[in-house]
């Protein structure tokens, strides 16, 4: 085999459908027990994201792949089963199940000095197979190893209830009649909160600092489709952020007025939160709004306003490391956690290993994975050449820089990408 490629989730499937397609021979491993990633539901004992009460944020025309659509049975924003069940069909009608091998963990990747690189991965008996492969392609994404504050605030060890991560929740069901306390303002949490206040006794959600919400459809139109829009791609950055702040003081106020705090930052200089019912669920008594954690007494967490409540739970909504214990250290994130790749997709100094998925843009994020590998299937197969290794550092650096500018230098933001420009990267390269 020619290339190993790593994860059988969204973008790795989209991976070895470019692969295929050029008729470049590859393997797929992925150590669950089926193919679709984050969006299959862990299994009973399984560590995992897909919660069950889990949906698309981004319409079913931008998020399925282009050359095989979303039944249209389904509704525009699909559950996380509904997704899985589509990314099953989409691995046996592109012909690359019969590539995957299942229950199959990558445990090293390292560059031989010939060039190759060997892949070391363990099955479910335990058993190790060591394999040399021209390339490697890294589509596993990063939502493995749980992000918890460190140290949790002072009184975590002795909390008589429960302190959990959102990689362990499951469903509100969990926790009927319970009192809970969910940290953080990204997806996981405005969802798990929402989640929870249908069950839970009371639902309290912890922010630390103000973060835009913006529903997934404005003036009737999805998000996403509006990041991919002409129209809107051709404001300048500023009249971008102007149209939204604008469009979202229309659809729902200000933040401060639900008990939210107001970010300190302008739309699109930050990750986003889309939810069309957090807000609706804090106006219905529903969840109610804290600021961040500062201790826990016995069964009360204490918030830094001085308020407290008694808990039975708290379930950190707070993101994911960015690691891949498979790899050397280092790559593909610097000291300084940012992820430091050409295009963001290639190790300057790594020839032969390459990322796909490792994005996070306003909108869906197909289309970014697809481009990515139809580009490194390009590269494989020869028809694109990659610039040398010094004028890929100058465009990593170049914009990690532009990103700081905008984003500061927060954890994650060195992968935000903007779908437009990042596509029209690659339209530019790409073979017809």
């Known amino acids: 085999m020619r290339v190993c490629v790593i994860g059988a989730g969204l973008s790795g499937l989209a991976v070895g459908h470019a ?42 025309q931008l998020t399925g792949y282009a050359d095989f659509p979303m039944p249209e049975s389904y509704p525009l924003y699909p559950r996380h089963s509904q997704f899985a069940a589509y990314l099953r069909s989409f691995a046996e009608w592109s012909g690359v199940r019969e590539h995957v091998e299942l229950r199959t963990e990558v445990t090293s990747v390292r560059q031989e000095p010939d060039g190759m690189w060997t892949v070391v991965s363990r099955d479910a008996r335990g058993a190790e197979t060591s394999r040399r492969f021209e390339r490697v392609i890294v589509a596993s ?8 504050p460190d140290p949790l605030p002072a009184g975590a060890d002795s909390f008589a209830g429960t302190i959990l991560h959102s990689l362990d929740y499951r469903t509100g069901a969990d926790f009927a009649g319970r009192r809970v306390v969910v940290v953080g303002m990204g997806a996981s949490a405005v969802d ?20 835009h919400i913006v529903p997934k459809q404005l003036y009737g139109m999805s998000v996403d489709v509006i990041a991919e829009a002409p129209w809107f791609n051709e404001m300048s950055f500023a009249e971008r952020i102007q149209w939204a702040e604008q469009a979202l003081l229309v659809a729902r106020g200000k933040l401060s007025d ?11 200089s930050s990750a986003t939160t889309l939810s069309d019912e957090i807000l609706s669920r804090i106006r219905h008594g529903a969840v109610t709004p804290r600021p961040a954690i500062d201790s826990f007494d016995g069964d009360r967490v204490v918030f830094t306003d001085g308020t407290s409540t008694p808990a039975d739970a ?48 306003v909108g869906a994020i197909t289309r970014l994975v697809e481009a990515q590998a139809r580009w490194v299937a ?27 500018q905008r984003y500061g230098r927060t954890r994650g933001a060195s992968i935000q990408v903007d779908v437009g420009p990042y596509l029209a990267e690659f339209r530019e390269s ?3």
């Open 430 to 432: 790409l073979p017809v």
């Open 314 to 361: 708290v379930v950190y909504c707070t993101g994911f490391h960015m690691t891949w214990p498979f790899l050397p250290a280092g790559c593909p994130v610097a000291a300084d956690g940012s992820v430091e790749l050409y295009r963001r997709v290639v190790p300057a100094d790594r020839p032969g290993l390459y990322f796909v998925g490792l994005v996070r843009p």
């Open 19 to 60: 692969l295929r397609e050029r008729g470049i021979g590859f393997v797929c491993l992925e150590k669950a027990d089926d193919v679709g990633g984050i969006w299959r539901q862990p299994e009973a004992g399984e560590r995992g994201p897909g919660y069950e009460s889990l949906h698309l944020n981004t319409a079913k």
């Open 192 to 211: 798990i909160a929402a989640d929870l206040s249908r069950h839970a006794a009371e639902t309290f959600l912890s922010v630390r600092r103000g973060l």
């Open 141 to 148: 994404g990063h939502h493995t190893e749980p992000a918890l």
């Open 258 to 268: 639900y008990g939210l705090p107001e970010p300190d930052h302008p739309v699109f």
């Open 378 to 404: 390009g590269i494989i197969g020869g028809e694109i050449s990659l610039p040398s290794a010094e004028v890929m550092r100058e465009e990593i650096d170049a914009y990690l820089t532009s990103i700081a």
